[in-house]
């Protein structure tokens, strides 16, 4: 049902949804404190999304959740996409 992403273009050229809350995540959103780590992964834990892709943010309680939570299904660099474990 659900994709997070932190790079918003890969979601929407494949045509997936993103929570709306979490459409835009931008270093900016992050240094101002308008969304905190802590805010994102308590927003995955309610939605639980299917994949996560990950490439521009080095968030590491989100890395460490998204380690617990999920399996990493491809890497490249500092790429990595991200599946539910269930």
Do not use: C, H
Request: hydrophobic share 40%; proline share 7%.
């Amino acid at each position: 049902r659900w994709v997070f992403t932190d790079w918003p273009m890969f979601a929407f050229r494949a045509q997936l949804p993103i929570p709306p809350d979490l459409t835009v995540l931008s270093s900016k959103r992050l240094e101002s404190g308008e969304i905190t780590e802590a805010e994102i992964i308590r927003r995955l834990e309610q939605v639980r999304p299917e994949q996560v892709f990950t490439l521009r943010l080095k968030l590491p309680a989100l890395e460490q959740y998204l380690e617990e939570n999920y399996r990493v299904e491809w890497e490249w660099g500092n790429r990595r996409l991200y599946l539910l474990r269930e």
